[in-house]
């Protein structure tokens, strides 16, 4: 816990609150690359995109912990829907796949203010009902009849 805390002091930052969004998105992913563990080496790490709500193309981004067919967890990020990405979670999402076994795809919805509440729901909904057809996971090389879904914060409701 005392790591912890340091780690959250060396971060230096004021409140996400008191920031623009495009000012806390910036001291979000630098405080994540202060806070988070080294990346974990994984086989397979790739980006790729999912369809999001209107058939926008979104990124993702696929960890898997070998080369077989894997079940799926797709992750969905933290930060009230106005911050977080990729990059802030990537080694949350390598250590997930790592200890699971199972493949994760993080998704970069759409965030507020720029995109009004539902977007982001509706993105990640979108996805999911991609993930979920068997030529999503023939693409893939994923078992997405074995498909989860997780987040945290925001990511998780």
Same mark, same amino acid.
């Given at each position: =816990?005392?790591?912890?805390?340091?780690?959250?002091?060396? /971060?230096?930052?004021?409140?996400?609150?008191? =920031?623009?969004?495009?000012? /806390?998105? @910036?001291?979000?992913?630098?405080?994540?690359?202060? &806070?988070?563990?080294?990346? !974990?080496?994984?086989?397979? @790490?790739? *980006?790729?995109?999912?369809?999001?709500?209107?058939?926008?193309?979104?990124?993702?981004?696929?960890?898997?912990?070998?080369?077989?067919?894997?079940?799926?967890?797709?992750?969905?990020?933290?930060?009230?829907?106005?911050?977080?990405?990729?990059?802030?979670? %990537?080694?949350?999402?390598?250590?997930?796949?790592?200890?699971?076994? !199972?493949? @994760?795809?993080?998704? *970069?919805?759409?965030? !507020?203010?720029?995109?009004?509440?539902?977007? /982001?729901? *509706? %993105?990640?909904?979108?996805? &999911?009902?991609? &993930?979920? *057809?068997?030529?999503?996971?023939?693409? &893939?090389?994923?078992?997405?009849?074995?498909?989860?879904?997780?987040? %945290?914060?925001?990511?998780?409701?």
């Amino acid at each position: =816990m005392a790591a912890l805390l340091e780690r959250i002091a060396r /971060a230096n930052r004021p409140g996400f609150e008191t =920031m623009a969004p495009a000012d /806390a998105r @910036v001291a979000y992913t630098a405080a994540a690359e202060v &806070l988070e563990p080294p990346r !974990a080496p994984l086989p397979r @790490v790739e *980006d790729i995109t999912l369809p999001g709500a209107g058939g926008v193309a979104l990124p993702a981004r696929l960890y898997a912990p070998s080369a077989q067919v894997l079940p799926v967890l797709l992750y969905l990020h933290g930060g009230g829907f106005t911050i977080g990405n990729l990059e802030t979670h %990537d080694s949350l999402c390598r250590q997930l796949a790592l200890r699971s076994g !199972a493949a @994760v795809i993080a998704l *970069d919805y759409r965030l !507020a203010p720029e995109h009004r509440f539902p977007t /982001a729901v *509706d %993105d990640c909904w979108a996805a &999911l009902r991609a &993930l979920s *057809d068997p030529a999503a996971g023939a693409r &893939l090389r994923l078992d997405t009849t074995r498909l989860a879904v997780g987040g %945290d914060s925001a990511g998780g409701t």
